[in-house]
C-alpha cells in the first residue's frame, strides 16, 4: 500500500506547544512507510486529483483541496467530552498522482481503500473530484467482500452525479459506475439516496434514470425547514438490509456564501450549520463506515472561508464516531 502515497506534509501539523491547549495536529498520527495501522480508529487519506472535474467542463482547482483541509483540520482543538482525542486517527498521506493517469489514480485510490477497510479501520478520503468517491466504493466494496445489496451509500450533493461513462470518467459519473459497475451489484437503487440535490442544476433526463433505480432524492427544496429529520430518513434508506453505509459529502451542497471555494459552487444550499449536522448524523450512526469530502477547491475561496467549512464537516464527522461509544 504505502508505495502507492505520498507521506503527509509534517509542517501541517499545528501544534501550540501548550498543553492546556491541545490541537488536532498533535493529535492525529502521520504514517510513514512501513507503518502499521493495526489500534487506529480512522485513517484520512488524501487524493489531490482535479482531471475528472476539467473533463466535466469544471474549474480546476481541487486537485490542491486535500492539503488545505489538513491545514484548517490540524489547527482545531479536539473539543469537549467525549473528544476526538478518544479516537485513534491516522493521516496516510496521498494518493500518488504525478506522472499517472487518472485510470492509475483511481485503481491506486481504490487498493488503499481496500487495503484500510479490511483491517477494520474506518477510510476518511479528502478529494479531491467526485469522480474519486466511486475508487473509494470500490474499495470499501473490495476490503469488507461486500456482497450483492450489502452496501448503501447516501450522496450530499447540489448534483446527481449519476451521467453514464460516454465521455469517459468525469466528476459527474461517480454514482453512475457506482450502481452499474461494483462487482456483484453491493448497491441496489433501494439503498442509493440523493440529498440537497437542486432541480435547476440537472439534467431530467438523468433524474428519470435514477428514479427507474429505486434510488431515493431529496431536493434541496424538499429539505426546507427539516434537514436533519430528512438526513435521518435519507441514513434510515440506505442502511435497510445493508451492510454498510457510505456518505459522501461534496462541498457545493452548501449554499457559496458559506462555501464559494467548491468546484461548482451556488448561491442556494445548505448552510454551513446544516452541514455540520448532517457530518455529526453520519458519524453517530453505526453503520456508517465510509465517509468524504470532496470538491473543495482552494484557488476559488475566499479567506479561507472553504476550506474551515470542510474542516468543520469533518470535525463534526469524527465528534459523531466518538459518541458511538
Given at each position: ?9 509534517r509542517?501541517?501539523?499545528f501544534?501550540?506547544n ?8 498533535e ?16 485513517a484520512l487519506?488524501g487524493?489531490?486529483?482535479d ?25 482545531l482543538?479536539?473539543g ?27 485503481e491506486?485510490?481504490?487498493a488503499?481503500?481496500?487495503?484500510i477497510?479490511?483491517r ?13 468517491t ?6 470499501l ?8 445489496g450489502?452496501?448503501?451509500?447516501v ?10 461513462m460516454?465521455?469517459g ?12 459497475e ?29 428514479r427507474?433505480t429505486?434510488?431515493?432524492?431529496f431536493?434541496?427544496?424538499s ?6 429529520e ?5 441514513l ?7 451492510r ?14 458559506d ?28 453503520r ?5 469530502i ?15 467549512l ?9 465528534k459523531g ?5
Amino acid at each position: 500500500m504505502w508505495n502507492e502515497l505520498v507521506p503527509p506534509e509534517r509542517e501541517l501539523f499545528f501544534s501550540k506547544n501548550d498543553e492546556k491547549d491541545p490541537r488536532m495536529g498533535e493529535i492525529v498520527h502521520p504514517l510513514a512507510a512501513d507503518d502499521s495501522l493495526e489500534g487506529y480508529d480512522v485513517a484520512l487519506i488524501g487524493l489531490p486529483e482535479d482531471r475528472g472535474i476539467l473533463a466535466n467542463g469544471g474549474r480546476e482547482g481541487a486537485r490542491l483541496g486535500p492539503r488545505f483541509i489538513r491545514k484548517a483540520f490540524y489547527r482545531l482543538t479536539p473539543g469537549f467530552r467525549p473528544s476526538l482525542s478518544d479516537l485513534s486517527i491516522a493521516d496516510v498521506g496521498d494518493v500518488r498522482t504525478e506522472g499517472r493517469s487518472l485510470d492509475e489514480v483511481h485503481e491506486s485510490a481504490r487498493a488503499i481503500v481496500a487495503s484500510i477497510a479490511s483491517r477494520g479501520v474506518l477510510p476518511v478520503v479528502l478529494g479531491g473530484g467526485h469522480d474519486l468517491t466511486f475508487p473509494g466504493l470500490h474499495g470499501l466494496v473490495d476490503g469488507l467482500c461486500l456482497k450483492e445489496g450489502e452496501l448503501g451509500v447516501v450522496n450530499v450533493d447540489s448534483h446527481l452525479d449519476v451521467r453514464d461513462m460516454s465521455h469517459g470518467i468525469t466528476s459527474g459519473t461517480p454514482f453512475f459506475r457506482a450502481l452499474e459497475e461494483l462487482p456483484g451489484k453491493p448497491l441496489k437503487g433501494g439503498n442509493f439516496v440523493e440529498f440537497g440535490v437542486q432541480e435547476l442544476h440537472n439534467s431530467p433526463w438523468y433524474y428519470q434514470w435514477l428514479r427507474k433505480t429505486g434510488a431515493t432524492v431529496f431536493t434541496l427544496k424538499s429539505l426546507q425547514g427539516r434537514p436533519m429529520e430528512t438526513f435521518l430518513q435519507a441514513l434510515q434508506v440506505s442502511g435497510e438490509g445493508t451492510r454498510i453505509v457510505a456518505v459522501s459529502v461534496d462541498i457545493d451542497a452548501a449554499r457559496s456564501t458559506d462555501a464559494p471555494g467548491a468546484s461548482a459552487s451556488n448561491p442556494n444550499g445548505l448552510s454551513a450549520q446544516d452541514l455540520e449536522k448532517v457530518a455529526y448524523l453520519a458519524g453517530r450512526t453505526e453503520r456508517v463506515g465510509f465517509f468524504d469530502i470532496m470538491e473543495m477547491s482552494p484557488p476559488l475561496d475566499v479567506d479561507g472561508r472553504t476550506s474551515a467549512l470542510a474542516a468543520a464537516v469533518l470535525f463534526w464527522f469524527l465528534k459523531g464516531l466518538c459518541e458511538r461509544r
